[in-house]
């Protein structure tokens, strides 16, 4: 079956066969009424954002698509350039993280989501592309399919800058003709492994494209080959390439290995085990932990057992699980086993925060959970995704080079913020 993305691949390739314009070529295209022009530089289509106050998707119900479709996706440098560790910050909109990446030379500055869940860097959702003297055409398109939307259009190689001083050459950018849900950003900065971005580039479907990550390891930017990821619930956060950063985590960086259970072990997966209280409602299971997620999503074995410790109930106009005042008040803490380690996350971690109510329409008083239905049942391989919930709470560290995941605490890991 041919997907959205395959269908515009193949309505830009007749676009260049037609026209013999070299498919790659940056200044194609742009909207006018009635349809595509060959004109001037690709002008981003409209789009939806994931998560705002005139929604089409209740977020527990947006973060379920992104679910189903990473599950259903995966089956089937300078050398006079010191290698160091590079701190780039990242800011929060309501339910989604960006940081700012420049292309080119001199650098366009675009705000591109933050995404383990995938590994292409592309732009042009919102903010046009500006080609400069460092843009190199491929000769190739790409496509990309998101839980929340999808992308098509072409592929350049460019500068990249990250932190306004970790510069990388030559790195693989897809220049967006069509994408659609991705209100609010430019684009997505993929730090995933490398191997999601097999099958999105034409005519070389069957290669991988480096990552920015990979990139910057290769051309000997970096003093190890790693990402640290710190945020903060409701606040900003930051990325850091090349290292960890001391100051937003406390005491050590556990690691374990990339899970082999498939398809969790195809993204940053993990194993865990996860207790209510003293109820052990997960155990020893698959999955992944995503920035591009929002909740705690577990299999429906595990939510239903969940809900029924909690009391909680389901609230329909926000889709979250919603308890009483006097609930709240007697919740325990979700304990996740991780390598031999315990996490917690205690009442005040597992609820939404109340300042944001409002923005996934519920009502302002109200005590919403941020865990959700999967929509899988338990033994897919693919058996949560820890979301931002989670990382707010704890510090990850993605270890490219050695196929590890690194958890810590941090200040906010047993805060009462929300």
Do not use: C
């Not at 309505?11 to 200044?27: A, C, E, M, R």
């Not at 742009?30 to 022009?37: D, F, I």
């Not at 899970?259 to 993204?267: D, E, L, M, R, W």
């Amino acid at each position: 079956m041919l997907t959205r993305s395959s269908l515009l691949l193949q309505v830009l390739l007749l676009l260049g066969s037609t026209t013999g314009i070299p498919i790659g070529t940056p200044d194609l295209l742009s909207t006018a009424p009635g349809g595509y022009l060959l004109q001037s530089s690709p002008i981003p289509l409209p789009f939806t954002r994931l998560i705002n106050p005139n929604r089409k998707a209740q977020l527990p119900q947006a973060d379920r698509q992104r679910f189903q479709s990473l599950y259903g996706n995966a089956q089937g440098s300078t050398p006079d350039q010191e290698a160091a560790v590079f701190n780039v910050p990242s800011t929060f909109q309501v339910v989604s993280y960006v940081a700012t990446v420049g292309i080119g030379n001199p650098p366009t500055n675009y705000s591109l989501l933050i995404d383990t869940g995938s590994s292409n860097t592309w732009v042009g959702a919102n903010k046009t592309f500006e080609s400069t003297s460092s843009t190199i055409p491929t000769g190739g398109l790409f496509s990309v399919e998101y839980g929340s939307g999808f992308v098509a259009g072409f592929e350049v190689e460019d500068v990249v800058t990250l932190a306004y001083e970790l510069t990388i050459k030559n790195q693989s950018i897809g220049v967006a003709v069509f994408a659609e849900g991705f209100d609010g950003v430019d684009g997505i900065l993929g730090i995933g492994p490398v191997d999601l971005t097999q099958g999105t580039n034409v005519p070389n479907i069957n290669e991988k494209t480096s990552t920015v990550t990979d990139n910057a390891w290769f051309q000997g930017l970096l003093a190890a080959y790693e990402v640290g990821i710190g945020f903060a619930p409701a606040d900003n956060g930051e990325l850091t390439f090349g290292g960890t950063n001391p100051t937003r985590y406390t005491g050590n960086i556990n690691y374990v290995p990339i899970t082999s259970t498939k398809p969790a072990g195809n993204f940053v997966g993990i194993n865990q085990t996860v207790s209510y209280g003293g109820v052990e409602i997960l155990h020893n299971a698959a999955g992944i932990v995503d920035t591009g997620t929002t909740l705690l999503l577990l299999a429906t074995d595990a939510f239903n057992m969940y809900k029924a410790q909690t009391g909680a109930t389901l609230d329909e106009r926000s889709g979250l699980l919603k308890v009483t005042p006097e609930q709240y008040g007697q919740m325990n803490s979700l304990y996740f086993d991780i390598g031999g380690r315990r996490y917690e996350l205690t009442p005040n971690a597992q609820i939404w925060p109340r300042t944001l109510n409002e923005e996934i329409g519920g009502d302002k008083d109200g005590i919403y959970l941020v865990v959700a239905d999967s929509g899988n049942a338990a033994g897919s391989g693919l058996d949560f995704i820890d979301g931002m919930v989670f990382l707010e709470r704890y510090y990850l560290v993605y270890d490219v080079g050695n196929s590890l995941v690194g958890f810590a605490t941090t200040t906010n890991t047993y805060s009462n913020v929300n």
